[in-house]
C-alpha cells in the first residue's frame, strides 16, 4: 500500500467521523430547541398562574442575551453540559486527527508540500477550517456552529474525494518555488477564517430575524415563535457580529498577504506582478469585497444585516474561486490538476 | 482644557472620520434647512465633495469595484490573453461589436472601470487629508478631561478603600490616582491629570497607532496606484527566441521579435549586451513524461568586459542591466536543409517549431522565397518521439528525443511576403499557392528521420533533416527557448508600498485604541474609586482591560504600606 492509499483511506475514515460529528451537533441543537421551548412553556404557566399575559418582556430578552454572551465568553470547564455538544466535539476532534494524517501522508507520498492541485487545496484549506474551529472553541463556546462546520466540510471534502482526486503528479516548474508553500498556505488560512466568519454571519442573520420577532411580540400575549428556537440559547445578533468580524479581519490580513506574495510569486514565474489573469482577478475581487464589509461595518446604516450580507457574498467568492474558477475558467493558473 | 464641559457625555473629540462614520454624532449633516436647500454653488460644491468622501460612497465605490472587475475574467482580455480576443470574435461574430463598444475585451483600462477607481482614489484622498491633519493634531493633544459621570460608561468599575490612619481621605484619593496615573503610564497610556475640588482624578488615552496605521493603510495605496500608474510609463517588455548555439543582442533592431515599451522609453537607450545559448536541459519523468527543471544554460556579456556563465530558470530569472530575463517557454529547432532542382542549397537554418502539445508534437513552417523558381512553403510537423494513432496519423507520445520524425506537406506559389505585409514565421498563408505534396496533392507528405534526405516532388530538389550530432552536437535536434525581457523599475516602488500598506493595515486592525479612566473621589472616611474605559472604534478587549486595571490598581493599593510616598508605588 503506497502513502497514497493510506491518505485516501484516512481521509474516508476522517469523512466518515465528521458525518457523526454533524450528527451530534444536530441532536445538540434539536436538544437546545426542546430545552428553550420547555423554558419557556414554564415561563409561560408561571405568568399564567399570576395572570401576567404569555409573552416575554424586554427583561426577559435581555436576560436571555446576557446569559448567552456568559455562555459564550465562558471557559471550557464551565460551560453548558450539553452532552452531543460535547460528544461533537469530541468526534471532530478524532476526524481532525485523521485529517491531518490524510494531509501528512499526502505529503509525503508527493514529496512536497500537500497543496499544489485542487484536491489538496481542498484537503488542506478543510483542514485549516477545522484547526481554526477546534482552536477557537478553546476560548469562545462556539459549539452551536459545529453541525455546520462539520456539514460544510463533509461536503466539501467529500466532493473534493470524489471529484477533485488525482493522483500524485511531480510539480510543473512554476510551482517549483517557495511561494508555493507560503502563499497558498496563507490563502487557505484565509479561506479558513473567513469561513469562521460566514458560519458566524449566516447564524447572524437568523438571530437578527428572531430578535426582530421577538421584540415585535413584546407587550403582546403572544409567545414569539421561531422555526429554530435554539436562537434563543446563542448570542445576540450584536455579539455574534462582533464575532464574525474578528474572524473576517484576520482573514482579510492574511488575504492581503496572499495578494502581495503572490504578486511577487508572478514577478518571479511570468515577469510582471499583476496582470488580471482570472484568478487574481478573483482574489483582488474577494479582497475588495471583505474591505467593503470592512467599511460598511463602519458605516452609519450598513452595520448589522446589511454587512452580514458582504460577509456572505466575499466567502461565497472565495469557494467560486476556489471551485469554478480553478476548474473552468481559462488562465495562468492551470493548477487544478484536473482536466 | 479648553474642551466644552458637556458634563454627561464622554468626550467623543476621537478621530475625524467622515459624516457618516459610526463614530460620528449627527451634528455635521448637510446645511438644509426646513427641507430647503440653501446651498449657494460654493454650499453644493462642499456638499457634493462631503458626498464623495463619505464612508456611504467609499463603501459603494468599493463594491462597484468589485463588481466591474468581474467580466474581466469571463471575456478574453487583450492584455493577458490576445489570442483568446481573436479566438472569441471567430466564435461569437454577431456580439463581438457590442462587447468590443463596452470595453469588455479592455475592462481594466475601459473608461468605465477607470471611473470607478478614480473617484474611489478622490474619495480616499479627499477622505485621508483632512482626517491626517486632525490626526496630526490630536497626536499632540492631551488626553481629554474626566467626564463627570463614569458610571454612565457601559464598561466601568467602581470599589470603596478605607483611608489609613494619619491620612486624610483627600489626600489618599491623589495618592490611589498617583498610582494608576503610574500603572497606566506603564502600561504605555498617555496620561493626564485632572484633580479638582479634592476629587483626584486621570484620564489616560493609549493606541494613536491604530488611526496611524489606518492612514497609512490608506496612503499607502495611493502610492500603488501612483507607482503602478507613472511605472507603467517607463515599463518595456519584450521577447526573444534563441536556438542553442546562438545569440541574442539587447538592441530593437536586431534582438527582439517583439518589443513593447512604456511610453517615455527610450528605446535607442538600451544597453548593448548580449545573451548566447549554449545549452537547453530539461527533465522528462516517466511515465507521463511530464517536462520539468528547464534550465537555460546562457552565456553573457557586456560590451567590453568578460563573459559569464549564468543559468535561466524557471522562477529565477536572471538580471541583466536593470533587466529581468525571464524563462517563458522552449522547443525544437529541427536544422533543415533545402536543395533546388539543380543541387544548390536555398535554404539551411534551424527552424524553431512549436510545441502544440504537452508531448512536444510541434508545428513550424519553412519559407523560401529564392529558389531559382516558384517560392516554395514547408509546412512541418515533429515528432520527437513518434508513433501511430489508430488514424494513422502520427502523434508524439514522449515529449524528448527517442525517435524523432519530421513530416511536411509543401506548397508552391506566391508566399505573400513581397509586398512588405508583415507576416508570422510561425503561419504560412497558402491562399497563393497549390499543394504539391501532403493530404491533397498527388504526391504524399514528406517523412524524415534525421540524418536522412528525400526528394521534393517533380524534381524539385531535395530536403535534408540535419542531424546535429555529426557536428558534435550532443543531440541529433537543437533545442531552443524563448525569453521574455523586462524592465519595469516601479515594481520596487509598489512591493514598498504594498508593505507599507500592509503594516499600516495591521495596526490598524489590531492596535486597540481606548481611554482609560480612573477618578478617586472622598467619601467620608473612604475613598470611592472608579475605573472607566472607552474604546475608539472595534475593541472586543475593553471590557478586560478596564476589568484588568481594576484589579492591578485595587492589588498595588492593598499591597502598599499606608504610609509610603506616591512615588515609591511598585508598578508591576
Ligand atoms: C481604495 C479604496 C479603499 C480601500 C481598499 C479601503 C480599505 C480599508 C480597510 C481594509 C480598512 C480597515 C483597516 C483600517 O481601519 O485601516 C479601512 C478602514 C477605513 N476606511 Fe477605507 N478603504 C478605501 C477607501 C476609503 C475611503 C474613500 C474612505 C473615506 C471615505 C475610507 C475611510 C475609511 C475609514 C474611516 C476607515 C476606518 C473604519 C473603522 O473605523 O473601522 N476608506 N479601509
Known amino acids: 500500500m503506497s502513502f497514497d492509499d493510506i491518505s485516501v483511506l484516512l481521509l474516508w475514515t476522517a469523512i466518515a467521523i465528521y458525518t457523526l460529528g454533524f450528527l451530534a451537533f444536530t441532536v445538540d441543537l434539536a436538544r437546545r430547541s426542546e430545552l428553550a421551548i420547555k423554558a419557556q412553556d414554564a415561563k409561560t404557566q408561571a405568568r399564567t398562574l399570576v395572570a401576567a399575559g404569555g409573552g416575554q418582556t424586554i427583561e426577559d430578552i435581555r436576560a436571555e442575551e446576557a446569559a448567552a454572551k456568559v455562555a459564550l465568553e465562558a471557559a471550557p470547564s464551565q460551560r453548558g453540559r450539553y452532552l452531543f455538544a460535547r460528544l461533537g466535539v469530541v468526534l471532530t476532534t478524532i476526524a481532525f486527527l485523521f485529517h491531518v494524517g490524510a494531509d501528512v501522508t499526502r505529503g509525503i507520498a508527493a514529496g512536497r508540500v500537500p497543496w499544489s492541485n485542487n484536491y ?4 488542506t484549506g478543510t483542514m485549516l477550517v477545522v484547526m481554526v474551529f477546534l482552536t477557537v472553541l478553546v476560548k469562545y463556546d462556539l459549539r452551536f456552529l459545529g453541525a455546520f462546520i462539520n456539514g460544510l466540510i463533509v461536503v466539501l471534502l467529500g466532493g473534493a474525494a470524489l ?15 517557495v511561494w508555493l508553500v507560503i502563499h497558498v498556505f496563507v490563502a487557505s488560512l484565509a479561506s479558513a477564517f473567513y469561513a469562521l466568519a460566514f458560519a458566524l454571519s449566516v447564524v447572524q442573520l ?20 421561531t422555526r429554530l428556537p435554539f436562537l434563543r440559547t446563542l448570542p445576540s445578533a450584536e455579539v455574534l457580529e462582533s464575532l464574525a468580524y474578528r474572524f473576517a479581519i484576520i482573514g482579510f490580513v492574511l488575504w492581503t498577504f496572499t495578494l502581495i506574495a503572490g ?9 510582471r506582478y499583476w496582470g488580471f489573469d482570472t484568478k487574481e482577478v478573483w482574489t483582488f475581487v474577494i479582497w475588495v469585497v471583505y474591505a467593503g464589509y470592512i467599511h460598511a461595518r463602519a458605516t452609519r446604516g450598513w452595520r448589522g444585516t446589511r454587512s452580514a450580507w458582504l460577509s456572505i457574498v466575499g466567502f461565497t467568492a472565495v469557494l467560486f474561486n476556489f471551485t469554478i474558477v480553478n476548474q473552468f475558467f481559462q488562465g495562468l493558473h492551470s493548477y487544478s490538476g484536473l482536466s | 482644557m479648553s474642551r466644552r464641559s458637556s458634563d454627561d457625555a464622554p468626550a467623543v473629540d476621537g478621530p475625524l472620520r467622515p459624516s457618516d462614520h459610526l463614530d460620528k454624532t449627527g451634528d455635521d449633516e448637510p446645511a438644509f434647512s426646513g427641507g430647503q436647500p440653501v446651498l449657494g454653488v460654493v454650499g453644493w460644491l462642499r456638499w457634493g465633495w462631503r458626498q464623495l468622501t463619505s464612508m456611504r460612497t467609499a463603501l459603494v465605490l468599493l463594491l462597484l469595484l468589485a463588481i466591474a472587475a468581474i467580466p474581466g475574467s469571463l471575456v478574453p482580455q487583450r492584455s493577458a490573453d490576445p489570442n483568446g480576443v481573436t479566438q472569441w470574435r471567430a466564435t461569437n461574430p454577431d456580439l463581438y461589436p457590442t462587447f468590443d463598444a463596452f470595453q469588455l475585451f479592455d475592462v481594466y483600462t475601459s473608461v468605465w472601470f477607470s471611473a470607478i477607481y478614480i473617484l474611489l482614489f478622490i474619495s480616499l484622498i479627499g477622505c485621508v487629508l483632512p482626517r491626517t ?15 463627570a459621570r463614569l458610571s454612565r460608561l457601559s464598561d466601568h468599575a467602581e470599589t470603596t478603600v478605607a483611608v489609613p490612619d494619619g491620612e486624610d481621605a483627600a489626600g489618599h484619593a491623589a ?19 485632572y484633580d479638582r475640588n479634592g476629587v483626584a482624578s486621570v484620564s489616560a488615552e493609549r493606541g494613536y497607532l491604530r488611526e496611524t496605521g489606518n492612514l497609512l493603510f490608506h496612503g499607502a495605496l495611493v502610492g500603488v496606484l501612483i507607482s503602478v500608474g507613472i511605472g507603467g510609463g517607463f515599463t518595456y517588455t519584450g521577447q526573444t527566441v534563441i536556438t542553442e548555439g546562438d545569440g541574442f543582442v539587447n538592441s530593437l533592431g536586431l534582438g527582439y521579435t517583439s518589443f513593447n515599451p512604456g511610453r517615455f522609453v527610450d528605446t535607442e537607450e538600451l544597453t548593448p549586451y548580449s545573451i548566447t545559448l549554449d545549452r537547453f536541459d530539461v527533465t522528462y519523468a516517466p511515465p507521463s513524461g511530464q517536462a520539468g527543471d528547464f534550465e537555460a544554460h546562457v552565456t553573457t556579456r557586456f560590451p567590453g568586459q568578460k563573459a559569464e556563465d549564468q543559468v535561466i530558470e524557471v522562477n529565477h530569472p536572471i538580471t541583466m542591466a536593470g533587466d529581468r530575463v525571464y524563462l517563458m517557454g522552449n522547443g525544437y529547432a529541427p536544422t533543415i536543409t ?28 519553412v519559407k523560401i522565397p529564392d529558389t531559382g523558381g516558384k517560392q516554395l512553403g514547408l509546412v512541418g510537423f515533429f515528432y520527437p518521439t513518434v508513433a501511430q494513432l489508430s488514424s494513422g496519423a502520427l502523434t508524439s507520445r514522449y515529449g524528448d528525443l527517442l525517435d524523432p520524425r519530421l513530416t511536411f506537406f509543401v506548397y508552391e506559389g506566391d508566399l505573400g511576403i513581397d509586398d512588405g505585409t508583415p507576416r508570422s514565421v510561425y503561419a504560412l498563408d497558402t491562399d497563393g499557392m497549390t499543394e504539391i ?8 507528405s514528406l517523412e524524415l528521420s534525421p540524418g536522412q534526405t528525400v526528394d521534393l516532388p517533380g524534381g524539385r530538389g531535395t530536403v535534408t533533416f540535419e542531424d546535429e550530432t555529426r557536428t558534435g552536437a550532443p543531440e541529433s535536434v537543437k533545442r531552443y527557448v524563448s525569453l521574455s525581457i523586462h524592465n519595469d523599475s516601479s515594481a520596487t516602488w509598489v512591493l514598498v508600498f504594498a508593505v507599507l500598506a500592509m503594516v499600516g493595515l495591521f495596526t490598524a486592525l489590531f492596535v486597540p485604541r481606548r481611554r482609560m479612566w480612573v477618578k478617586a473621589t472622598p467619601d467620608g472616611d473612604r475613598v470611592r474609586v472608579e475605573y472607566a474605559g472607552l474604546a475608539r472604534g472595534e475593541d472586543p478587549a475593553i471590557g478586560v482591560a478596564v476589568a484588568e486595571l481594576a484589579k492591578r490598581h485595587g492589588r498595588a493599593l492593598d499591597d502598599e504600606p499606608a504610609s509610603a510616598p506616591a512615588s515609591a508605588a511598585n508598578v508591576n
Open chain 1, 163 to 177: 471529484a477533485y482526486y488525482v493522483e500524485v503528479v511531480p510539480l510543473s516548474d512554476p510551482l517549483k518555488s
Open chain 2, 338 to 365: 533545402v536543395r533546388n532542382g539543380a543541387g544548390d542549397v536555398v535554404f539551411s537554418e534551424s527552424v524553431p517549431f512549436l510545441p502544440q502539445s504537452p508531448t512536444m508534437t510541434s508545428q513550424g513552417v
Open chain 1, 263 to 271: 504578486a511577487i510569486w508572478a514577478n518571479d514565474a511570468w515577469g
Open chain 2, 133 to 147: 491633519k486632525h490626526h496630526w493634531k490630536a497626536l499632540r493633544a492631551r488626553p481629554p478631561r474626566t467626564p
Open chain 1, 120 to 123: 489538496e487545496f481542498a484537503l
Open chain 1, 206 to 225: 437568523l438571530q437578527s430575524r428572531r430578535e426582530r420577532i421577538a421584540l415585535a411580540a413584546v407587550g403582546t400575549d403572544a409567545a414569539p415563535r
Open chain 2, 437 to 444: 505534396a501532403g493530404r491533397n496533392a498527388p504526391s504524399p
Open chain 2, 175 to 193: 495618592h490611589a490616582v498617583d498610582l494608576a496615573e503610574a500603572q497606566l503610564r506603564s502600561a504605555r497610556y498617555r496620561v493626564e491629570r
